[in-house]
């Protein structure tokens, strides 16, 4: 590691191996996956028809840049475009999550534009969000732990403390309001469904962009195709990212503002290649099946029950259970009782995730079995109990 920039505080395992949910150290010691690499290998590790998927068309071509057609980048913003079920009309590839968000905040800033110049240009965010680690996905992040050191930063940008809070921030110059609808990284705090649908009927009369970061949340993690569709709202930009690719870097942005960007005014070099497209249809088709067979719902259900047995179990620790779908979180007491949990559950060999400032995060493959819950909640419980 001596040769790495000092970014992240890791923990000292590496993995070899890994089959779903379950992970394998260098010594052959099995790990339980509440994970998925953040939110991000949604159809499990070393899933056979994605790894076949990406293989052969690593045979094929890999990468041709946006020069030339792609056939699976083409196909899979059909599919994004069609399975949303929103006013989308278009999509735009990159590689992540702050790149979607930069080309949306991009797309608000054209659509600001008047006679060549930009008249609305403000977004607002809310406080605690998270949308990236650029410099302006950092501005719009309403977190200000995470400014120190990285100004000045581009103008324009506002955060609102909650969803009631941002019809005070809406001036002349507001575009774009841009949100998560379960903050994840901000603790797994979804808001209230009505005041989102209030607040996008709102915007839309304003004609204020409404923006949705489901870099988290989209891709059948809350249980629906994309949070969106759980809240019955159409924004009017979407972005994803992780669970897209299930490990493979892809990020998208899809929209109904279609004549916006014109040619020059974006773009990316890997952006929607062969190798991320193919895999990211693939990862669709795969979840697709196993959302219509009842599975998904089934897993769901039964990670939630879990959830609240332990929340039952150890009230002295927990407070409540937030989340949908399998992007859920332990609340805990105290901020030491979370870092505790989530130490002590490495050592028993089972992965969770910090979120806020008290939640122990899971997210989970989608393609979890119920045989990996249970041996994970098993070694969970171990932990709560020796504590
Ligand atoms: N937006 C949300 C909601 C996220 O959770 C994240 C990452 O955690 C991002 C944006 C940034 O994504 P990436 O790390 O792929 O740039």
Redesign the pocket.
């Known amino acids: 590691m001596q040769y790495l920039l000092n970014t992240y505080s890791r923990f000292d395992v590496e993995f070899v191996r890994g089959e779903n949910a379950t992970l394998w150290d260098k010594d052959d010691r099995d790990y339980i996956d509440f994970t998925s690499g ?1 939110g991000v290998v949604s159809v499990g590790h070393a899933n056979v028809r994605l790894s076949n998927a990406i293989s052969e068309q690593a045979s094929k071509i890999i990468h041709i840049s946006n020069l030339y057609r792609i056939s699976p980048q083409e196909e899979l913003a059909e599919i994004l475009v069609t399975k949303s079920g929103q006013n989308a009309a278009g999509v735009f590839f990159c590689n ?4 979607a ?1 930069e080309t949306a905040i991009k797309i608000a800033r054209k659509y600001g534009e008047v006679d060549g110049e930009i008249k609305r240009y403000k977004v607002i965010t809310l406080e605690n969000s ?4 650029t410099i302006s996905t950092l501005k719009a992040t309403g977190q200000t732990k995470f400014h120190k050191y990285f100004g000045p930063f581009p103008d324009g940008f506002e955060y609102a403390k909650d969803i009631d809070d941002i019809y005070n921030k809406i001036d002349e110059k507001t575009v774009a309001v841009m949100i ?1 609808l379960i903050q ?2 901000g603790g797994v705090n979804p808001f209230d469904i009505e005041k989102v649908q209030a607040l996008e009927d709102k915007l839309k009369k304003q004609d204020i962009l409404l923006i949705v ?1 489901e ?2 949340t989209g891709i059948y993690r809350t249980g629906k195709f994309l949070a969106s569709n759980l809240y019955g709202i159409k924004p009017d930009i979407i972005t994803l ?2 669970g897209l690719g299930g490990g493979v870097p892809i ?1 998208a942005v899809i929209t109904r503002l279609t004549d916006v960007l014109k040619p020059g005014d974006h773009g990316s070099t890997f952006g929607g290649n062969y190798l991320s497209t193919r895999a990211g249809i693939e990862v669709i088709k795969i979840l697709d099946e196993y959302k219509k067979s009842g599975q998904l719902k089934e897993i769901i259900e039964y990670f939630d029950n879990k959830l609240v047995e332990i929340a039952k179990e150890f009230p002295d620790k927990f407070d409540s259970i937030s989340g949908y779908g399998l992007m859920k979180a332990l609340k805990a007491h105290s901020t030491e009782i979370r870092d505790e949990v989530v130490a002590q559950a490495f050592e028993k060999r089972v992965l969770v995730l910090k979120a806020g400032i008290k939640a122990v995060r899971f997210l989970p493959p989608l393609t979890i079995t119920k045989e990996e819950i249970d041996e994970g909640f098993h070694r969970l419980k171990e932990v709560l109990k020796s504590k």
């Not at 992540?96 to 790149?99: N, V």
């Open positions: 953040i992540s999550g702050a790149e968000n998270f949308h990236g680690r998560e994840g990284e970061d870099v988290q990212a992780k990020g």
